[in-house]
């Protein structure tokens, strides 16, 4: 099963193969190892435009979720910093140099929108981006939704879907997350070709929040 998805991760399959079985912990389908796929191929398409160290991209990619904290855990916003952590102590296992597990555990650091950590290296803007890309667009939508079934959220007040007369609150409510986090992603990518993406991700969650509140006003 790991070479057969490594390959998934060409042209790095060889160091996908090392990683898998470290990259994902837990049960959350929202950042399993099909989200890190996701977040790969995001990532590919802008080092094709942008450049970078790939083999540091790629192994900041497959280790960015390798420690899981939930959503609402008093740990969230330390969930990339543990993830570096986790993954200087693969790499360094599997021999790698102390500058490129420094460059790996930066990207990874500060790729989380919890974090509120910039990214100084191009590796790590790439990495935020790619990662960004995923929550947004109709896959970042299908994840929101999916997360508040797992926290146990509504999908939204029956009486005010909007927010017109209530402060907004994604944890009761799941469609609150698009104002609140979702249509604010789009204006801070780092790189040009992610803001590209996601400018065509953005319109397309906008669409998507668009049709929900048509469907459930009637």
Same mark, same amino acid.
């Given at each position: ?7 998934a ?14 990259a994902? %912990? ?15 191929? $995001? !990532?590919?398409?802008?080092h ?13 990619? /497959? ?6 904290? %939930?959503? $609402?855990?008093?740990? #969230? ?7 570096? %952590? ?10 790698? $140099? ?17 974090? $509120?950590?910039?990214?100084e ?21 299908? #994840? ?6 797992r926290? !146990? ?7 005010d879907? /909007? ?10 409510? !799941?469609?609150d ?10 204006d ?20 998507? #929040?668009?049709m ?7």
């Amino acid at each position: 099963m790991t070479l057969s998805l490594a390959a998934a991760f060409a042209p790095h399959e060889a160091l996908a193969a090392q990683l898998i079985p470290h990259a994902a %912990e837990g049960d959350d389908g929202s950042h399993d190892i099909a989200h890190i796929l996701r977040v790969f191929k $995001n !990532a590919m398409r802008i080092h094709a435009k942008e450049g970078g160290n790939g083999n540091v991209l790629a192994a900041a990619v /497959l280790l960015h979720d390798c420690v899981a904290v %939930e959503k $609402n855990s008093p740990l #969230r916003a330390q969930a990339s910093r543990l993830a570096a %952590e986790k993954a200087s102590k693969i790499l360094d296992e599997l021999g790698w $140099n102390s500058d490129e597990i420094d460059a790996v555990a930066h990207a990874i650091t500060t790729h989380s929108f919890s974090a $509120n950590l910039s990214p100084e290296t191009l590796e790590a803007k790439i990495l935020q981006d790619a990662d960004r890309l995923d929550a947004i667009g109709m896959v970042g939508a299908a #994840r929101c939704f999916y997360i508040a079934g797992r926290m !146990a959220s509504g999908l939204y007040d029956p009486v005010d879907p /909007l927010a017109r007369e209530r402060a907004l609150d994604d944890k009761l409510y !799941a469609i609150d997350h698009f104002e609140i986090k979702l249509f604010k992603l789009a204006d801070g990518f780092q790189t040009v070709a992610g803001r590209e993406l996601a400018a065509e991700r953005h319109e397309r969650l906008k669409t998507i #929040r668009d049709m929900f509140l048509d469907e459930i006003e009637g």
